[in-house]
């Protein structure tokens, strides 16, 4: 199956009934199809690449990895949200001539004060409107913050990581379907895993047995 919307829930149910799943990622599957883009095409493009020799393919998620992946996903959107809060407050208040260093703490702390300093240029429309953007940002910084801990608490900090990045690790990669780490390979473009089947690689003034 093409690893798109709901594949892996999917996967999971022809599992139980005992099929063997392969999931390949769309832009392995889009150079095999011809023509016009329709589910026939679609359907014969994935036969003809599932037979291809080192075709890499994506393990099928588990619930818990699906889990782990959705609190991320949701935690970066929160901060994406949270940085635009920010840019927003810094470029109004520029507006009135209160600059903020471009630090995501300095928001929170310069606001009160800012707020509380009738000789700063404010007028009470602005304090109103500034007080509610604090109010957006102290609830996004909350959110994340309560995200931070919705991690996999069997997961430590391993080389060169932390806790959160050890838990993306866990959501994308089944250990089970890599026996060797230099076989993973992340799609940035979908976030899925695949893996590369072993390939044999010619070396040049070197006899192939």
């Known amino acids: 199956m093409e690893a798109c919307a709901s594949a892996h829930y999917w996967a999971r149910e022809f599992e139980r009934l005992g099929h063997k799943v392969r999931l390949i990622a769309p832009q392995f599957v889009k150079p095999y199809v011809k023509s016009n883009k329709n589910d ?43 940085t635009a809060l920010v840019n927003q407050i810094r470029g109004l208040l520029a507006e009135y001539g209160v600059v903020i260093p471009l630090k995501n703490n300095a928001v929170s702390l310069a606001l009160p004060s800012i707020l509380e300093d009738a000789e700063n240029g404010l007028t009470a429309v602005g304090r109103e409107l500034f007080a509610d953007l604090k109010g957006a940002h102290g609830s996004a910084s909350a959110r994340i913050a309560q995200t931070a801990t919705c991690d996999d608490p069997r997961e430590g900090p391993g080389p060169g990581g932390s806790p959160e990045v050890a838990a993306k690790r866990r959501a994308k990669v089944n250990c089970k379907a890599v026996p060797k780490g230099r076989r993973v390979n992340v799609e940035r473009s979908e976030g899925d895993l695949v893996v590369a089947e072993p390939a044999t690689q010619d070396v040049p003034g070197r006899r192939r047995h």
């Open 40 to 82: 026939a095409q679609d359907a014969a493009a994935i036969c003809e690449a599932v037979g291809r020799p080192h075709m890499r393919f994506v393990p099928a998620k588990t619930v818990t990895q699906q889990d782990i992946q959705a609190v991320h996903r949701i935690r970066e959107r929160l901060v994406k949200t949270r």
